[in-house]
């Protein structure tokens, strides 16, 4: 309940917030449009249309509920600011209270991309598709985006922790973003990627915060195949509660709480 | 026993060296020139449980560093902290709920929000039953005179306002142990007032050790009975107010008001004139002679009103820096 009532008050600040917050949903949504309207424009049957049509509405809400931009907050007023100093004093860990805060902008922009896909669809007179799925799909489907929301909190974390050691980190949040549109799936699905670019990215984290998740809403996998990227997710996972428990760690010792 | 214990206490930076102009740019892209600075140069003290202390000295002394040592923000390079039986930097959540920083210059409130909302938050993360929330809330904002306050958005506050909201949010679990760093930076003559008097009162009402940084001496006078005082990293002072005075100012500020002019000649022996600018003089006496000699004064000189004072203490602290 403590958890709740702290989400709840977080929230109140957000709604402060929320035309900053609009603008923002407004501005991801930009690219999925455009690539939507491309294909739209592609000489291609109805039924791939109808999917690629899918991915990119469902693409527009998960990656609003998923994607955060916690690594500059992190880094500029936490770390470069020295706001971090307020949170190291509460009794309360670090990286809970960053997420009950992320979570109410979250959850108000996932309601703006329900909102915005419901008019597009209705204009555009789309029907969405999440192809032929069996229950347990849905449930695997349930918890590989709860995966992915923690996956991509904890990569953003990591990369605003960079900041502990460097002045200006906005260059690799830039790469990053990159990085996250070419292999996570916001330009097109992976498996429209050349063969050695898609299996390139595999191997990385980015596709198992957005397109794995999104693709398999959009109904592009198999029971089995979803049992292997949400497998995929807990490893990935693990790997960066261990890379940000050894750079919070050592990230502290660094942290001269400037400008506090 | 000591509720606050420091021993050879040492925190170094590293800081970026560049080398001016264009060329010094190009350098830096090659290679960057770091040095080290000692902020906090081996500070050794102890302090009771109850104190209030006044922590004293020049911009860049180390007395922000050495409190963000103390509250677990900062990461000693050597030495070793204790407060209240816990080593700061291990951030134990039983410590962090009996102790509290406020800086003058930062705050922690919503500022889009009435301060009320961050006291709901803290009052969530200290996990503090509902009757003792209400009752601090409660006796603090009438302590601070803050009731009306609230309610309000904390943009809309003055910044005297915004600090007592800062101060409620800090204490709102009752810390044992309370660091103030600049809490009256900015404020107005009737606002530092105000707020040296709740501090006074909160000590003498909760018992509480408060440790207290400030460029305002008034602050320090008023407050502290004890002070350290801190120049590059290094204590020069660690005593009683009156101490400081009797080792450093060993003499009293005799001012007179004159009826009629004066010969200065007539005061050899008395002691040395700091200003005579007619009808007023400024004699300055050694302490332990000051009422005889102003017996004396008042046998020898028309006078029409005299006063008896200590020397000013930004005085005595500019004369213990000069002497570092």
Known sequence: MRYVRIFLLTFQSVFEERGRSLVWFLLSCINPFIMMLFWRGANISSTTLSMITSYY???????????????????????????????LLKPFPYYSLKWLEELPYRALQGSFGLIVVALFSFLFQVKLSVGSQSVVNFLLIFLMLISAVTLAQLFKVCLGFISFWTTDAYGIFQLSEMFMFILGGYIAPLSFYPSVVASIAY?????????????????????????????????????????YKSLWKNGLKQFTGVGQ | MSIISVKNLVKEYSVYKKEPGFLGSLHSLIARKYETVRAVDGLSFDIEEGELIGFI?????????????????????SGKVDVLGFTPFDRKTKFLKQIALVM?????LWWDLPAIETFSLNKEIYEIPDKQYKETVYNLAELLDAKEQLQVQVRKLSLGQRMK?????ALLHNPRVLFLDEPTIGLDVVMQQNLREFV???????KATILLTSHYMGDVEALCKRVIIINHGKILF????????????????????????????????????????YPELVLSVPMNNASEITAKLLKRLPI????????????????VFSKS
């Open chain 1, 57 to 87: 509405f469902f693409l527009i809400i998960g990656g609003s509920i998923i994607m955060s931009h916690s690594e500059e907050n992190i880094a500029l007023i936490d770390i470069q600011e020295g706001r971090l100093a307020n949170y």
């Open chain 1, 203 to 243: 191997f990385l984290p980015f596709p198992y915060m957005i397109y794995f998740p999104i693709a398999s809403i959009a109904g592009f996998y198999t029971t089995q195949q979803l049992v292997f990227i949400f497998l995929g997710q807990l490893v990935w996972i693990s790997i960066f509660v261990f890379l």
């Open chain 2, 57 to 77: 000295g020049p911009n860049g002394a180390g007395k922000t560093t050495t409190l963000k040592c103390l509250s677990g923000l900062l990461y000693p390079t």
């Open chain 2, 104 to 108: 003058g210059q930062k705050n922690q």
């Open chain 2, 165 to 169: 909201m800062e101060l409620i949010a």
């Open chain 2, 200 to 206: 006074k009162e909160y000590n003498r009402r909760y």
């Open chain 2, 238 to 277: 660690d005593g009683l107010l009156s101490d400081l005075i009797r080792k450093h100012a060993p003499y009293k500020l005799i001012s007179i008001v004159l009826t009629n002019m004066i010969n200065p000649k007539d005061l050899e022996g008395l002691g040395e004139i700091k200003k005579f600018t």
């Open chain 2, 304 to 319: 029409e009103d005299v006063t008896i004072e200590n020397p000013d203490i930004e005085d005595i602290i500019r004369d």
